[in-house]
């Protein structure tokens, strides 16, 4: 029969293994294509039989979920961490560009997630359009950012210093949309990824500007 004890033991050196397969699969995905990356070479950097790599994870889907699913909540996390400060640091009389630049700050984080692996990462994103069982976690990440983006432009609009004739939810969403653009064109049109914020930037501002209020800026 087997104690407590082991169980315990058992868990953790499943645990451990897992951690090896993800950092093993993290660190080839941040430096290789995802179709050059092999399970065999993901199993044989983590230290583990390719037997044993399959009962962890079917395929290399999971794997990118795994580990750009992991990475972009940690971004969101940071994100939200950052624009509380931002409120904190304005205090009690925002002007309405306070409110757009909360907006930028937000989608300057996730360009920096897409600019550290441009190809994996826009893969990843891509998948959230996907019928598949794992675009869900995509899917509630977008749905964070949208989320948040909503509340800073009702934010705004309460306090009378963005404009309440824009719908919150549309603009939010375009805000979305016009990231996911950027990064589906950038390879199409041969950009440079390092240069995907000169470009998303100003498509926000046309989007975001034109609701601040005046009085008061």
Not at 84 to 113: K, M, W
Request: aromatic share 6%.
């Amino acid at each position: 029969m087997t104690t407590a004890p082991e169980m315990t033991a058992r868990q953790l050196g499943k645990q451990r293994k897992r951690d090896a397969i993800q950092a093993a699969a993290a660190e080839l995905m941040h430096a290789k294509s995802f179709d050059d990356i092999t399970m065999r070479e993901i199993a044989q950097l983590a230290g583990v039989g390719e037997a044993t790599l399959f009962r962890y994870v079917p395929n290399k889907h999971d794997l990118l979920h795994m580990v750009f699913g992991d990475e972009l909540d940690a971004v969101l996390d940071r994100i939200e961490q950052q624009d509380a400060a931002l409120v904190a640091a304005q205090g009690d009389e925002p002007s309405g560009t306070h409110f757009v630049e909360r907006i930028r700050a937000i989608y300057l984080e996730r360009s920096a997630f897409y600019r550290r692996n441009p190809e994996n990462a826009s893969r990843y994103l891509r998948e959230g359009f996907s019928l598949s069982a794992l675009s869900a976690r995509n899917v509630a990440q977008g749905d964070r950012t949208i989320a948040l983006t909503r509340a800073i432009l009702e934010e705004g609009q309460r306090r009378g210093l963005l404009d309440t004739r824009a719908d919150p939810l549309l603009v939010a969403q375009n805000c979305h949309a016009i990231y996911m653009h950027e990064i589906d064109r950038t390879p199409v049109r041969g950009f440079d990824p390092d240069r995907i914020w000169e470009r998303l930037g100003p498509r926000l501002d046309a989007q975001l500007r034109p609701l601040v209020l005046r009085t008061g800026d």
